[in-house]
């Protein structure tokens, strides 16, 4: 037991909370970061400049509190989504992981389960715990999928009280068919539970793949969340959000801190809404990237995961491990998500990508697989 941690036990920590270990990914100083899911190709000088002058508005008056209802925010980025969304369907936080906290204070906690199907985003356990909230998981194909059936079976059968559905799912980048979210809510009736549906990709899907924002209406226990750190660029904002019944944000007003958006976050995002074209056509220069290592994996003998999002989940190695330290003394991030024979690399831009194709054909070419 190292030091640190004995320290860390010596407090009268939550028995709950003893042996855990903080989310976090490798924070290493290497030339090319495909790590952890960001959007590499940054912000449009367009952008940028409409940004800065958002703030700077925004900075004359932070001797006051900002909106409490970040209501030109909300406005946007219903406009931004459509589907007959309005305001009063939107909430927002410090990036999705805020929001999802706040569902589940709202409608987990001591004596409530929430459910997922790993390999899935590993910070719903933590969000869990962080909550009180027992946390039990289902079951997925070896090919990593999800099925209607299988996913309604095992929701009747655990009874859940929150599900979470990762789509494009992470780390896998797999999408769900609308069946599947539509059989678990169905399922999901008997014990009145929440369904999320986590679109933290949604924009990286593939032409014609359907979000489940479509499934809203008349759905009141059904929520779809969203980030901007990914298509917009704006992971070091923090800004996340979600579209639900109106009554699902009314719930999270009971629940969040007061002012937990700061005027500079609501300045920021709302700048980046109003140039939302700029910035999504960097999304398809990123999809058009992660299309490529799709296939010139497959080329290299490698099973790539259809993706829908901004990364690309990849097995057939025999030492990922190896294959992960061969990348990085070459100076390119990947990460290793702790599945044998799997690593997940994000799309960069068209040379970070041609830097991690050419050095794994190398690392491949060696023998190191």
Known sequence: MTEQLQRLNRLPLRDDLRG???YGAPQLDVPILLNVNENTHGLPESVRKAITASVDQAVSGLNRYPDRE??????????????GLGAENIWAGNGSNEVLQQILQAFGGPGRTAMSFPPTYSMYPLLSSGTGTRYVTGTRSD???LTAESAAEQVRAQAPNIVFLCTPNNPTGTALPLDVVEAVYEAGAASQAIVIVDEAYGEFFHAGTPSALQLLPGRERLIVSRTMSKAFALAGARVGYMAAAPEVTDALR???????LSAITQATANAALDHADALLANVEA????????VSELLTMDLKPAPSDANFVFFGGLEN?????????????????????GHLRVTAGTETETSAFLDRLRELLAAGIR
């Open 20 to 22: 855990l270990t903080p």
């Open 70 to 83: 970040f209501t030109d925010l909300r406005n946007r980025l219903a406009a931004y989504l459509g589907h």
């Open 143 to 145: 090919d990593f999928g």
């Open 254 to 260: 009971l629940v969040r801190l007061p002012y937990h």
């Open 286 to 293: 990123i999809k058009v990237q992660r299309d490529r290592i």
């Open 320 to 340: 990922p491990h190896a294959v992960w330290e061969g990348l990085l003394e070459a100076g390119v991030l990947v990460r290793d998500v702790g599945i044998p």
